[in-house]
């Protein structure tokens, strides 16, 4: 089955230590992103890839960047963690401007 | 400036009963997108439906269905004879056309308990 694949689905950091979060795609769509999802809350849109066009959105903080190797990969890179980082983190594709595809979260300890 | 309110942040009922979620929307843009989202508790957001501004059309699928009214700028979500099943986040969410239409403006969610 076509999906969005994330990983690892748990991650345990320390403050202040990098970390990759993963998220692949076997729909072949090209718009892919990143969600930042706090407990009780909408998800915050962090940023997207339009094909290799890369997009922030303005509030995202600096310590987080992103990769988009090729169409089917896409990484969510936090320089230096901070306790108010502790979140779940989605990845989506979509066609276009068409319906998002959820992966199923990356959920992220910051100790 | 789009936004999308979900004024029902918790709402339980009891197997078997019908539930509408609301969701009102504001947007300046003639062309836009209206979506539902289904988050359960294992956390996974899965599209539930897509409606074009121009489709005013509602649908029906299975036990859930969809009214979308232009003209009072809303688009409910009605689930019949819930099920323990339908437990979980619902979130409207609204995309615009053209300039900035990647962004989904997401409501605050509505999350629906069914006792059995």
């Known amino acids: 089955d076509a999906m969005v694949i994330q990983n690892p689905r748990y991650q345990v950091t320390q403050f202040g230590k990098p970390v990759t979060l993963s998220c692949s795609q076997t729909?072949?769509?090209?718009?892919m992103y990143w969600y930042q999802q706090k407990s009780s809350q909408a998800p915050k849109l962090l940023f997207h890839?339009?094909?290799?066009?890369?997009?922030n959105e303005a509030d995202t903080p600096d310590n987080f960047q992103s990769r988009r190797p090729n169409t089917s990969f896409c990484f969510l890179d936090i320089r230096s963690p901070g306790l108010g980082d502790a979140a779940m983190y989605l990845c989506?594709?979509?066609?276009?401007?068409?319906?998002?595809?959820f992966g199923p979260g990356t959920r992220l300890t910051v100790l | 400036a789009q936004k999308v309110t979900q004024a029902q942040t918790e709402i339980s009922v009891v197997e078997k009963e019908d539930v509408t979620l609301d969701c009102v929307y504001e947007?300046?843009?003639?062309?836009?997108?209206l979506f539902w989202y289904k988050q359960p508790p294992s956390g996974e957001l899965v599209f539930l439906i897509r409606?074009?501004?121009?489709?005013?059309q509602n649908e029906i699928s299975g036990r859930y269905s969809w009214n979308f009214q232009k003209s009072t700028s809303s688009f409910n979500f009605t689930i019949t004879a819930s099920q323990v099943v339908d437990s979980a986040v619902y979130f409207c969410?609204?995309?615009?056309?053209?300039?900035?239409?990647?962004?989904?403006?997401f409501g605050a969610g509505t999350r629906l308990f069914v006792k059995a």
């Open positions: 969410a609204l995309k615009r056309d053209g300039t900035g239409g990647f962004k989904t403006i």
């Open positions: 409606r074009n501004s121009f489709d005013e």
């Open positions: 989506a594709t979509s066609r276009d401007r068409g319906e998002q595809f």
């Open positions: 890839y339009y094909d290799k066009d890369f997009n």
């Open positions: 947007t300046r843009d003639t062309t836009y997108y």
């Open positions: 729909l072949n769509h090209n718009v």
